[in-house]
């Protein structure tokens, strides 16, 4: 007991030093949730499957809305990386944020406009690599185009650890932790005869490849009995070759009929068994509306208990921020509130400080 109070009283006597080093956070390994979004109607769809479609990962949602059946479709953007400037930033913190990242991604900065929020790297050909953006108030997407290979992981670690060094941030999405969504109406399983692939030789490049419709129809007569798949011709295209000898092309339709009880939500069900299947991706019609508020986020790298200070380092110094908060209002942001919650009363306290000290000096093995 006199060795852990000797141990609380020097942690007291040494509020001022050097934080120790940081502990790399990345984004990497988290579960493919999406936990935040100001998106109210989210709370209510149904998750109904997943697939991939052009190498992206897709989930469909449904909802009822004003009587109709829609899917909502989910993707994450797997090039794009999100943070979010503190609000106790400067006005030049954003000129320094768009150069820590550019020095992580091959190139330099072409242009930056103060006004506009907007910067974009290309590298010595003059090819746009990246762009940086403002997509609402003091949040910002980076989208690489360059290929990240295995460079991705560090590029994402690098750039959040320097950003929070700079104490430019209160909040950092990796890849793949961000995600568009848009409201579609469901055609029923109406199908043309061929569908797109990523052409596995040629990175970033498509290639068409034919359904087989009759082992389509086989696995409906064992699994959806009742099901048929009918065909019916789409079009006539009179197309010429290297050559310019001409050939006719026909295009056909297929559409499975399904029995005149099955609702709109069922239908979907057994698309997305034959999308993962057959590679068959669920008929939607183009895109009623994207949501009007930002797109859905997964986990924030900055979310981690006892960083006060949102700099990646657990240290006295984060003591020193969350007692300033407590006796003399200095303001925290959202993000070091939670983290500083640790009993999870709603709100930081003394208890939650006493917590963090002794953790910190080794009293207590864990922050929870």
């Not at 925290?332 to 009993?343: I, S, W």
Request: proline residues 4%.
């Amino acid at each position: 007991m006199k060795n852990r109070m000797k141990k609380l009283t020097a942690a007291i006597l040494a509020l001022c030093c050097v934080p120790v080093a940081g502990v790399t956070a990345s984004a990497k390994g988290l579960p493919w949730s999406w936990g935040s979004t100001t998106w109210d109607a989210v709370e209510a769809l149904e998750f109904i499957g997943q697939g991939e479609y052009l190498g992206k990962t897709v989930q469909l949602y449904v909802i009822q809305n004003a009587g109709k059946t829609q899917a909502v479709s989910v993707t994450p953007r797997m090039k794009c990386l999100r943070f979010v400037l503190r609000d106790d930033t400067d006005a030049e913190a954003e000129q320094k944020a768009f150069e820590i990242i550019e020095t992580y991604i091959p190139g330099e900065i072409s242009s930056y406009y103060k006004d506009a929020h907007w910067a974009k790297i290309v590298d010595a050909a003059g090819e746009e690599q990246a762009s940086i953006e403002q997509v609402s108030d003091r949040v910002y997407d980076v989208y690489v185009r360059c290929d990240t290979g295995e460079s991705g992981d560090a590029w994402e670690a690098g750039i959040l650890l320097d950003l929070a060094r700079a104490h430019l941030i209160s909040g950092y999405y990796g890849w793949g932790e961000t995600a568009d969504y848009h409201v579609q109406s469901f055609r029923g399983l109406t199908h043309y005869q061929e569908t797109m692939q990523v052409a596995d030789d040629q990175p970033g490049q498509y290639k068409t490849i034919a359904i087989d419709w009759d082992a389509v129809q086989i696995y409906l007569d064992k699994v959806h009995p009742g099901y048929l798949v009918e065909k019916s011709l789409l079009m006539t295209v009179n197309e010429k070759d290297n050559d310019g000898n001409d050939h006719i092309h026909d295009y056909y339709e297929y559409n499975i009929k399904t029995p005149a009880t099955l609702s709109k939500r069922e239908e979907l069900v057994v698309m997305c068994e034959l999308w993962n299947q057959f590679g068959i991706f669920p008929a939607l019609e183009e895109p009623e509306c994207m949501a009007e508020t930002e797109p859905l986020t997964g986990h924030n790298a900055l979310l981690q208990p006892g960083d006060v200070t949102l700099d990646t380092d657990i240290s006295i110094v984060d003591v020193i921020a969350l007692n300033r908060n407590i006796m003399t209002g200095d303001p925290l942001c959202d993000t070091a509130k939670q983290n500083a919650d640790l009993n999870g009363s709603g709100a930081p306290d003394e208890a939650d400080s006493l917590d963090l000290l002794k953790y910190i000096v080794g009293i207590n093995d864990s922050l929870l």
